[in-house]
């Protein structure tokens, strides 16, 4: 019974969340991104996400500087497809945000994990008409599994658990995390969370009977064409040769 006692102590400090000292907003985006167990990402500088880069010189994260943000988020796609981790992007606001769409596109049509990390202008301006603004968040909703805005500095830790959950889960796609420069700069005492939960998000892969049969139904017309396809074909060849 002692022992019962003990393991369920064990697995419920296991659960609870942790703690860590007091940090700012860019601080603890990079301290989730550790404890995903990111090795590198690939960030391309700006106004709106120094902070980022700030906090990833102090980090153990290999950060590579792409020469242009679109290489940049194909550089983190190929690194998922080699690796099957996650990849990580990150650019800034305005222009260099947009320039992820295409990857971003890629991405999501080829199921490719990608997180991709962007700055933005801070909250007070956003909808202004702000220097380097663009909304991002609404922009890519058509080309992602989901995306994010950052409006509270405790929320870090969560989205980003969120993020990679959902990027590498299920059918694999990209997220986009947008996060504000006020949001970077404010300081709080993070708490990260050691399991994610994201309400009415299902990754059940297990399909029922009638699904498996329309599959295989979809799989015999398809290798019907082909054949026919190839049988037309070489008549076609063996006329052509008389």
Same mark, same amino acid.
């Given at each position: 019974m002692s022992k019962t006692i003990e393991t369920a102590k064990q697995t419920e400090t296991k659960k609870r969340a942790e703690i860590g000292p007091t940090m700012m907003g860019s601080e603890i985006l990079i301290a989730c991104l550790e404890r995903e167990g990111v090795d590198t990402i690939f960030a391309y500088p700006g106004g709106a996400s120094m902070e980022f880069h700030q $906090? !990833?010189? +102090?980090?153990? #994260?290999? =950060?590579? !500087?792409?020469?242009?943000?679109? /290489? &940049? @988020?194909? $550089?983190?796609? /190929?690194?998922?497809r080699a690796t099957g981790k996650a990849g990580v992007c990150m650019a800034t606001s305005g222009p260099g945000a947009t320039n992820l769409v295409s990857g971003i596109a890629d991405?999501?049509?080829?199921?490719?994990?990608? *997180?991709? #990390?962007?700055?933005? *202008?801070?909250?007070?301006?956003? &909808? +202004?008409?702000a220097f380097q603004e663009t909304d991002f968040f609404g922009m890519t909703l058509p080309i992602v599994k989901h995306s994010y805005l950052v409006t509270d500095v405790n929320d870090i830790p969560r989205i980003i658990k969120e993020a990679f959950y959902v990027a590498t889960s299920g059918r694999p796609g990209p997220v986009v995390v947008d @996060?504000?420069?006020? #949001?970077?700069? $404010?300081? =709080?005492?993070? @708490?990260?969370?050691?399991?994610? !939960? @994201? +309400?009415g998000y299902d990754v059940d892969r297990r399909a029922s009977d009638i699904e498996l049969n329309e599959i295989v139904g979809l799989i015999e017309r398809v290798s019907g064409r082909c054949c026919m396809w190839a049988a037309a074909s070489s008549a076609a060849r063996r006329a052509r040769s008389c």
């Open positions: $906090a !990833l010189s +102090r980090s153990k #994260i290999r =950060t590579i !500087l792409p020469r242009h943000e679109q /290489g &940049g @988020v194909f $550089a983190a796609e /190929g690194y998922a991405a999501y049509m080829d199921s490719i994990p990608l *997180v991709s #990390i962007t700055g933005q *202008v801070p909250q007070a301006m956003i &909808g +202004r008409g @996060v504000p420069k006020n #949001i970077q700069q $404010a300081k =709080t005492q993070p @708490v990260f969370p050691s399991e994610v !939960l @994201v +309400r």
